[in-house]
């Protein structure tokens, strides 16, 4: 045989490795659900690299490990309102022609962490890994941002007391840069008052 066709049989193939997705790919798909911020079936399918109904079927199979607080299914209104801000018809939502036939299934921080025990693949457990952090990231900068805009409020209180006592030292101000001109007598010789 050839010695490259050799070498060619001893190497082993490619091995597949897994990338974590970017930021932006994953708090693109976050949204805000009944007070929580999730994630739909399909957004965490396709990052995984599987089919939905593969992640569905595997949820559903493992159901106890995820309890209202961790997962739960859409309900009509709540679809159609999320495929209005996609810009999809809401005509498709349910139909067989186009749209799902099944309501997707929201997924909160928690239950993306247990998708992880569930699908146990190379894959899913570095996207679920990358997603909690993105989610830890998320919780860290909406809490600066609290902290921020109570500082601002506590600023704001103690200064709206002042608005009144500055717009005086203005009037004073401006008062003393340019005095009012008083009324004089025009000077000169008036031949009525002789």
């Known amino acids: 045989m050839n010695t490259a ?29 009944r007070g929580q911020k999730v994630m739909l079936d ?42 209005y801000q996609f810009g999809t018809s809401n005509e498709q939502i349910l139909s067989e022609r186009g749209g799902s036939r099944v309501l997707p299934m929201a997924f909160t921080e928690q239950g993306v962490a247990m998708l992880s025990s569930v699908l146990n693949s190379e894959q ?5 890994i990358h997603i909690i952090r993105v989610f830890s990231r998320m919780r860290e900068v909406l809490l600066s941002h609290r902290e921020i805009l109570q500082k601002l409020e506590q600023l704001e209180g103690r200064l709206s007391g002042h608005d009144e006592e500055i717009q005086a030292i203005f009037d004073h101000l401006t008062e003393l840069v340019s005095p009012a001109e008083q009324q004089r007598k025009p000077i000169g010789f008036k031949p009525a008052e002789a």
């Not at 049989?9 to 790919?25: I, N």
């Not at 106890?64 to 309102?81: G, K, V, Y």
């Not at 899913?124 to 679920?128: G, K, R, W």
């Open 5 to 33: 066709t050799d070498t060619l049989l001893q190497e082993s193939p490619a091995r597949y490795s897994a990338v974590a997705p970017a930021d932006a790919s994953i708090t693109g798909r976050i949204h805000a659900i």
């Open 42 to 83: 399909r957004d965490l399918a396709e990052l995984y690299g599987v089919e939905t109904k593969h992640l569905k079927r595997q949820v559903r199979r493992n159901i106890t490990r995820f309890p209202e607080d961790f997962m739960f299914e859409l309900t009509s209104a709540e679809w159609a309102a999320l495929r």
């Open 124 to 128: 899913a457990i570095l996207v679920n």
